[in-house]
T-cell receptor
Framework: KQEVTQIPAALSVPEGENLVLNCSFTDSAIYNLQWFRQDPGKGLTSLLLIQSSQREQTSGRLNASLDKSSGRSTLYIAASQPGDSATYLCAVNGNNRLAFGKGNQVVVIP | EADIYQTPRYLVIGTGKKITLECSQTMGHDKMYWYQQDPGMELHLIHYSYGVNSTEKGDLSSESTVSRIRTEHFPLTLESARPSHTSQYLC????????????FGPGTRLTVL
């Protein structure tokens, strides 16, 4: 069974600092990996999707890398802003079903 | 605009009532999913469907049932609501192979008194 771990569980950073969020998974036989953002009490917003054949994906200030062989993905958020405060979830797709981590809860301090 | 919708967004109901949570998507996706999430906790898959007339139970045991009569519609039903069903319910759909991005609805927050 796929297990997904996200470290750290929670972090606070001052505005302007770069954020580094880590995700590890136990089974490297994946189709893709997806990063989501979740605001309190809300649904999930898709941020980036990395196919298993890709090494990284970028969207604006966000960059996600994937190292399938070591079972790791990292989400970088450059020049963080208070609006980036949210929970970030990593989800690994194996056979059309997502396995989720518990999330990185981020607070960006103005 | 292609999207995924859930109604109601919030529901407070008494024990024993029958409820149906609605989920619709306009993206033509075959694969749809229901997740349950308690506050501050991880998501648990409770039901999924790979197409019309196809439904399966997920990883977390649930007393709810689902149906998939039309591609765009995937409702979840609780025949007799209990306080233990209090949670947030999230619906999602997934694109075809080669795309495979999963999209989520805004969720339904259910409180059973």
């Amino acid at each position: 069974k796929q297990e997904v771990t996200q470290i750290p569980a929670a972090l606070s950073v001052p505005e302007g600092e770069n954020l580094v969020l880590n995700c590890s998974f136990t089974d490297s036989a994946i189709y893709n990996l997806q990063w989501f953002r979740q605001d309190p009490g809300k649904g999930l917003t898709s941020l980036l999707l990395i196919q298993s054949s890709q090494r990284e994906q970028t969207s604006g200030r966000l960059n996600a890398s994937l190292d399938k062989s070591s079972g790791r993905s990292t989400l970088y958020i450059a020049a963080s802003q208070p609006g980036d405060s949210a929970t970030y979830l990593c989800a690994v797709n194996g056979n059309n079903r997502l396995a989720f981590g518990k999330g990185n809860q981020v607070v960006v301090i103005p | 605009e292609a999207d995924i919708y859930q109604t109601p967004r919030y529901l407070v109901i008494g024990t024993g009532k029958k409820i149906t949570l609605e989920c619709s998507q306009t993206m033509g996706h075959d694969k749809m999913y229901w997740y349950q999430q308690d506050p501050g906790m991880e998501l648990h898959l409770i039901h999924y469907s790979y197409g019309v007339n196809s439904t399966e139970k997920g990883d977390l045991s649930s007393e709810s049932t689902v149906s998939r009569i039309r591609t765009e519609h995937f409702p979840l039903t609780l025949e007799s609501a209990r306080p233990s069903h209090t949670s947030q319910y999230l619906c999602a759909s997934r694109g075809p192979p080669g795309d495979n991005e999963q999209f989520f609805g805004p969720g339904t927050r259910l409180t059973v008194l």
